[in-house]
């Protein structure tokens, strides 16, 4: 059985990114100074002021070399 993550950000995801920031539109403007967005208008946001980032752009942006490696596995190519 495998967990399907929602295709947005969620709340405790945007807070993770944007740790040291706690308004909702500082983390808008964080956010896109870490995805290279100009324009932090851009970005839509719940009524709450949650800035809404599509999980897939988060991460191709964030992470442009690929599947990061897991974190203390077995290497197999050896």
Known sequence: MSATLPPYLTESEVDELCK?????AAQRRKICQM???????????R??????????????RLNP???APAAGGINWSK
């Open 35 to 45: 995805l290279g967005i100009r324009d932090p208008s851009s970005i839509p946001r």
């Open 65 to 67: 070399g690929g599947a």
């Open 20 to 24: 040291t920031v706690k308004q909702r």
């Open 47 to 60: 009524p709450d002021g949650l800035p809404i980032i599509g999980r897939k752009m988060a991460e191709q």
